[in-house]
């Protein structure tokens, strides 16, 4: 979500985010996603969380068929292109300053016949809410976006909008700090929140309204 412009030189670890193109073989489609570290930082890049997440769903976590899903903090739109693959009707969403660069990507990598699935729009957390209906959506998605503490309360409203009491909502991230446990805490007062098993560094929520 944060859009923070980084020098290239600044961490050798984050070679891969340089290069203009990323790509994955997910739901038996070749994503070819477009990345622009040096205009957009980390909201242009493919971070880990949104491989996991996307797995998760290739994997049949949640059946999808039918299911009328959001993206948060989309970024390179991964999470959701893979979602409408698998044939969820998905609203795709991050800030305005980087929804040209997600539509892009969105409209490279799905057929024709699918993109009427998946729609683009402005979200920032806690503002512009009354646009989506309440309780709108049956699964909610979200890769590494636990990370900016100032952004805890309106992402928690927002996740409150967002769900019914039949929503699940699906969050990938690493938990890097102890702010990231906070907010987890703060998940927990108004959602139950289960971790699921992963082999890897990304940690994987599921969770439903209390």
């Not at 969403?93 to 660069?101: C, I, P």
């Not at 997600?102 to 979200?123: G, M």
């Not at 309106?154 to 996740?159: A, E, H, M, N």
């Amino acid at each position: 979500m944060a859009l923070v412009p980084y020098e290239e030189t600044a961490l050798m670890g984050l070679q891969k985010f340089h290069k203009p193109l990323a790509t994955f073989s997910f739901a038996n489609h070749t994503i070819q996603i477009r990345q622009d570290w040096r205009q957009l930082g980390v909201a242009a890049v493919v971070w880990d969380a949104a491989v996991v997440l996307s797995t998760y769903l290739e994997m049949g976590a949640v059946e999808l068929r039918g299911c009328s899903a959001v993206e948060l903090g989309a970024g390179t739109g991964l999470v959701g292109i893979v979602a409408a693959l698998l044939g969820a009707h998905v609203t795709i969403t991050d800030r305005k300053v980087a929804l040209e660069f997600l539509k892009s990507n969105v409209q490279a990598n799905l057929p024709l016949h699918i993109q009427s699935k998946a729609v683009v729009k402005e979200l920032t957390w806690g503002q512009n809410l009354e646009s989506f209906s309440p309780g709108e959506f049956d699964l909610i998605l979200g890769a590494d976006i636990i990370y900016l503490e100032e952004t805890f309360t309106d992402l928690l409203q927002t996740l409150e909008h967002l769900s019914s009491n039949q929503s699940v909502i699906l969050l990938a991230c690493r938990i890097r700090y102890e702010r990231d446990n906070n907010f987890l805490v703060m998940l927990k007062r108004q959602f139950t929140v289960v971790g699921v098993p992963s082999p890897s560094l990304v940690n994987v929520f599921k969770m439903w309204r209390n």
